[in-house]
T-cell receptor, first 111, second 111 residues
Framework: GENVEQHPSTLSVQEGDSAVIKCTYSDSASNYFPWYKQELGKRPQLIIDIRSNVGEKKDQRIAVTLNKTAKHFSLHITETQPEDSAVYFCAARGGNNDMRFGAGTRLTVKP | NAGVTQTPKFQVLKTGQSMTLQCAQD?????MYWYRQDPGMGLRLIYYSASEGTTDKGEVPNGYNVSRLNKREFSLRLESAAPSQTSVYFC??????????FGPGTRLLVL
């Protein structure tokens, strides 16, 4: 099955700075890569996703890049705000249609 | 449109007791998933059902069984609960290959 690794586990930035979270995956058949934000005590919520036929996708302050050759994808948040503080998870859908998650990154944005 | 619903919201069990966690979705999705999330950790896939009538093991299936009752419902059963199964359990549904929608979670404490 798919295996997803995520780095860093914690990230602290000043308000207005950029944040980058990186993930690698193992299954070359993986075709869908979502990113989720989870606030304390709540369910994960999708913030952006990318499919394997696209190299980059942007939605306002959030962007995701995918390098299929290297099997890694990254989340970029620009102009960070305190409300961006949360745990972020990357995920990859493997060839068996199973969805595997990274271990998460706790992002803290300091005012 | 309720999305994904889970019952119960919270449950306390004694070691050796059994219980079934219920999940239902009203979005007509083909695929459904069960995850567990331990404190400070990511989501680990227990079982999934890519389509009605099929179920497959995920990363951590031991100690659990599932039933895809119909297209809407996917239940998770603990036959003999153990303290190591104390966790938050999330159900999710999706169309392939697309975003997973998560339920609100069930907090399970096994004493």
């Amino acid at each position: 099955g798919e295996n997803v690794e995520q780095h860093p586990s914690t990230l602290s930035v000043q308000e207005g700075d950029s944040a980058v979270i990186k993930c690698t995956y193992s299954d070359s058949a993986s075709n869908y890569f979502p990113w989720y934000k989870q606030e304390l005590g709540k369910r994960p919520q999708l913030i952006i996703d990318i499919r394997s036929n696209v190299g980059e996708k942007k939605d306002q302050r959030i962007a995701v890049t995918l390098n299929k050759t290297a099997k890694h994808f990254s989340l970029h948040i620009t102009e960070t705000q305190p409300e961006d503080s949360a745990v972020y998870f990357c995920a990859a859908r493997g060839g068996n249609n199973d969805m595997r998650f990274g271990a998460g990154t706790r992002l803290t944005v300091k005012p | 449109n309720a999305g994904v619903t889970q019952t119960p919201k919270f449950q306390v069990l004694k070691t050796g007791q059994s219980m079934t966690l219920q999940c239902a979705q009203d979005m007509n999705h083909n695929s459904m998933y069960w995850y567990r999330q331990d404190p400070g950790m990511g989501l680990r896939l227990i079982y999934y059902s890519a389509s009605e009538g099929t179920t497959d093991k995920g990363e951590v299936p031991n100690g659990y069984n599932v039933s895809r009752l119909n297209k809407r419902e996917f239940s998770l059963r603990l036959e003999s609960a153990a303290p190591s199964q104390t966790s938050v359990y999330f159900c999710a549904s999706s169309e392939l290959p697309a975003n997973q929608y998560f339920g609100p979670g069930t907090r399970l404490l096994v004493l």
